[in-house]
């Protein structure tokens, strides 16, 4: 059992109703590191929890593949990450300590029957005062709640093409079904959603690469990952 919320400073709010159903994300903690690879931006959130209590969080890198695990939510420790969010203020939308150029970030999204609400904030920043600090302290904690509960297994797989990767060796063949001409989005931003049934020989590749191995696109060379969908993102839309 990981420890439940604990206090932050601020004043008393009593939380909104929060939504029950299992495919709703009530709260989703997202990390940015600044400067980073291009992979970086599709990653699995730190933590997401649904409104029956299931959460998912980032688990380890399997070579080109990201992974996720999942966590479980008593009633009361998902009430208590209301209530503290209620007096972290992330009941509205703020924006703290972004006053640093490409430093590393954490975004706070929390949903409740009322509405959806976004919180930012720098974390190598000064400014903000209590108001970041409590935000930081809020995600740090609610990252630690809930009761291991093994691997997430996705329905579906989002393939992302990441760039151009000339030069670099050697160069694997292309891995998808489908050619690169055919991939929703090319040339631009080319993803491509894949069912797990049928993703076993692309995730074993994969697993054996990681985001700057260079796979053969027809004339070019490209990068990719592989990314887990997760129960309240539709498709590759989501991760745009």
Request: with cysteine; proline share 8%.
């Amino acid at each position: 059992m990981l420890v439940m919320v604990g206090s932050v400073a601020g004043c008393v709010a009593t939380p909104p109703d929060r939504p029950d159903d299992p495919a709703t994300a009530v709260l989703r903690i997202d990390r940015s590191g600044g400067f980073g690879p291009l992979s970086a931006r599709y990653r699995v959130p730190a933590l997401v929890v649904y409104g029956d209590g299931s959460a998912i969080v980032a688990g380890q890198d399997q070579g080109a593949v990201f992974t996720a695990r999942r966590r479980m939510l008593t009633d009361g420790e998902l009430s208590g990450l209301f209530e503290q969010a209620a007096r972290a203020n992330l009941f509205e939308d703020n924006a703290y300590g972004l006053d640093v150029l490409d430093a590393a970030s954490l975004s706070v999204r929390i949903r409740s029957t009322e509405g959806t609400f976004r919180t930012q904030a720098g974390l190598q920043s000064e400014t903000g005062g209590d108001d970041r600090r409590r935000i930081v302290e809020f995600a740090a904690a609610a990252e630690q709640v809930g009761t291991e509960a093994g691997e997430y297994a996705p329905d579906r797989y989002a393939v992302v093409v990441l760039a151009e990767a000339a030069g670099r060796e050697p160069v694997r063949p292309w891995p998808l079904p489908v050619p690169p001409e055919q991939v929703p989005g090319w040339p631009a931003r080319p993803c491509l959603e894949i069912d797990a049934a049928a993703a076993g020989d692309l995730l074993a590749a994969a697993r054996s690469a990681d985001h700057q191995t260079s796979w053969r696109a027809g004339d070019r060379q490209v990068s990719l990952v592989i990314r887990p969908l997760l129960p309240d993102e539709p498709g590759c839309a989501a991760l745009r």
